[in-house]
């Protein structure tokens, strides 16, 4: 079935590091939202990505969708404590169906 | 506009019983999906359901059903309970079927004993 890997699975940096999760897709995707999960939250939407090659920023984060529509990443530049939380790849099937990469959980030490 | 609401929050149940889990979405919201959420294994999906209808399954046995009532409310039950269904299980909502963003309820965390 289709799969979306996620790595790394943990991150540790020292506030003011720059951080980057990358997230492959198995399949190519309709397109790939961002969702950030503070500790004992709720996942909670950040950004969705559409067209081929695009790059979006909101503030410290850059987002980025691959050429062939399988491959994404997150950049946070300069990591703050409030960072802190596990962020969530999703790309959206064909098919409509949302399927959530494993999640990358960063931690910052100020 | 009230959010995603799931109930119960909290749920201990023992190994062999059944389970019926509640998700109301936001006010119009006509789509519902839900997911198991394991440390390590990150959100499972486990269906969506749209206009009472179910468009999409994930890989999980038949013990995991759904359903979605015309209010568009959701009702994910669990049967057969096993000590590896202990999770935390996350309904979403989103205006359309394959539509943008999702949101996301408190959910329900499940003890299985």
């Known amino acids: 079935g289709q799969q979306v890997m996620q790595i790394p699975q943990y991150q540790h940096v020292q506030e003011g590091e720059d951080f980057t999760t990358y997230c492959n897709s198995s399949?190519?995707?309709?397109?790939i939202q961002w969702y950030k999960q503070r500790p004992g939250g709720h996942p909670v939407f950040l950004i969705q990505?559409?067209?081929?090659?695009e790059v979006k920023k909101q503030k410290r984060l850059t987002f980025q969708f691959g050429e062939a529509k399988k491959n994404s990443s997150l950049h946070i530049t300069a990591t703050q404590t409030t960072d802190v939380g596990t962020y969530f790849c999703?790309?959206?099937?064909?098919?409509?169906?949302?399927?959530f990469g494993q999640g990358t959980t960063l931690q910052v030490k100020p | 506009k009230a959010g995603v609401t799931q109930t119960p929050r909290y749920l201990i149940k023992t190994r062999g019983q059944q389970v019926t889990l509640s998700c109301s979405p936001i006010?119009?919201?006509?789509?519902v999906s839900w997911y198991q959420q394991t440390p390590g294994q990150g959100l499972q999906f486990l269906f969506e359901?749209?206009?009472?209808?179910?468009?999409n399954k994930g890989n999980f046995p038949g013990r995991f059903s759904g359903r979605q009532f015309s209010n568009s409310r959701s009702e994910m039950n669990v049967s057969t309970l096993e000590l590896g269904d202990s999770a935390l299980y996350l309904c979403?909502?989103?205006?359309?079927?394959?539509?943008?963003?999702?949101?996301f309820g408190q959910g329900t965390r499940l003890t299985v004993v």
């Open positions: 979403a909502s989103s205006g359309s079927q394959g539509g943008t963003e999702a949101f």
């Open positions: 399949t190519t995707l309709s397109n």
């Open positions: 990505l559409v067209k081929s090659g």
């Open positions: 999703a790309g959206r099937s064909n098919t409509g169906k949302l399927i």
């Open positions: 006010s119009g919201h006509r789509s």
């Open positions: 359901y749209f206009s009472e209808t179910q468009r």
